[in-house]
C-alpha cells in the first residue's frame, strides 16, 4: 500500500531563507518539526530524496 500525505506551511522568514530551513528537518538542530507536540523526525541521512525515518511509529521515506 502508498500512503500520499503533503503538507503545507506558512513560514514566516524571506524566501531566500526557507532552503536552510528545510535543511534543518530531522536533523538534531530541526528549526521546523513541531518537536514540543509531536515525537522527533529522525531521518537516515540529511534530508534528500530517498531519506528513510520517521516519528514516533510512522515510517516514511523522502520522494521528489
Not at 514566516?12 to 536533523?27: I, M
Not at 530541526?30 to 507536540?37: G, I, K, M, S, V
Amino acid at each position: 500500500m502508498r500512503v500520499g500525505n503533503e503538507h503545507e506551511r506558512r513560514l514566516n522568514v524571506l524566501p531566500s531563507e526557507v532552503g536552510r530551513l528545510l535543511d534543518t528537518l530531522g536533523s538534531p538542530n530541526d528549526r521546523l518539526w513541531p518537536h514540543r507536540t509531536w515525537p522527533p523526525l529522525r531521518l537516515d541521512k540529511p534530508l534528500a530524496v530517498g531519506s528513510v525515518g520517521g516519528h514516533g511509529p510512522r515510517r516514511s521515506a523522502i520522494a521528489a
